[in-house]
Each structure stands twice: as structure tokens, then as C-alpha cells.
């Protein structure tokens, strides 16, 4: 693994951590019950599995998870030092690929 490489997945994981405080911490808590009860994946295991963590979200809050999804994704863009500009068709996923991508992976 490059130090590139973990640099944006413990950016990811922060970022993962942070944007479900909106929630509040028994609200984070429970998505990440559900990751490893549902899924069999912690938190860490985020960044290898964000298909997987986008399913727990969306299996739990419907269409709301996207607002969660959102501010994950600001915040990702944040700590990577990238610009955030809203695209009319990105998802959770696509908006993480193009974030690799920036940043060298």
C-alpha cells in the first residue's frame, strides 16, 4: 500500500467518523452496529468497502442518506485539500472515485 494510498483511506475513515455525528453518537453508533452485524465490516474497513457502507446507509435511512453521504463527501474533500462542486448525477461512489483520482490514486 503507497502512503498516498492511505492517506486518502484514513481521510475517508475521519471523514466516514465525523459526517455521522450528525447523527449524533448513539445515531453513529448504530450505523456502525449495523456495518458489522449486517455486513461483517467495520469502520476501517471503509475504504476498501465504500459500496457496502453506501448499502448500510441507504438500507437505513432511504433517500436520506444522502444528505449523510454529503457531508462525508465535503468532509473527505476537505481533509484532501479538493475543491467540493456539486455535480447534478454523482453519487456517494462516484463522488469518493473522483476524489482518488485528485489525489494521485
Same mark, same amino acid.
Do not use: T
Given at each position: 500500500?503507497?502512503?498516498? +494510498?492511505?492517506?486518502? !483511506? /484514513? @481521510?475517508?475513515?475521519? @471523514?466516514?467518523? %465525523? $459526517?455521522?455525528?450528525?447523527? =449524533? !453518537?448513539? $445515531?453513529? !453508533?448504530?450505523?456502525?452496529? /449495523?456495518? /458489522?452485524?449486517?455486513?461483517?465490516? =467495520?469502520?476501517?474497513?471503509?475504504?476498501?468497502?465504500?459500496?457496502?457502507?453506501?448499502?448500510?446507509?441507504?438500507?437505513?435511512? =432511504?433517500? $436520506?442518506? +444522502? @444528505?449523510?453521504?454529503? @457531508?462525508?463527501?465535503?468532509?473527505?474533500?476537505? +481533509?484532501?485539500?479538493? +475543491? #467540493?462542486? %456539486?455535480?447534478?448525477?454523482?453519487? #456517494?461512489? !462516484?463522488?469518493?472515485?473522483?476524489?482518488?483520482?485528485?489525489? $494521485?490514486?
Amino acid at each position: 500500500m503507497n502512503r498516498e +494510498k492511505s492517506l486518502v !483511506e /484514513r @481521510a475517508l475513515i475521519e @471523514a466516514v467518523d %465525523e $459526517g455521522l455525528l450528525m447523527l =449524533g !453518537e448513539s $445515531g453513529r !453508533e448504530v450505523v456502525y452496529f /449495523r456495518l /458489522r452485524f449486517s455486513y461483517a465490516i =467495520g469502520k476501517e474497513d471503509v475504504p476498501s468497502h465504500p459500496e457496502i457502507f453506501d448499502e448500510c446507509l441507504r438500507s437505513i435511512f =432511504g433517500s $436520506g442518506a +444522502k @444528505a449523510i453521504e454529503k @457531508a462525508i463527501i465535503k468532509n473527505l474533500y476537505k +481533509k484532501l485539500g479538493l +475543491k #467540493f462542486v %456539486e455535480k447534478e448525477n454523482f453519487d #456517494f461512489l !462516484e463522488y469518493l472515485n473522483y476524489a482518488k483520482r485528485q489525489s $494521485g490514486n
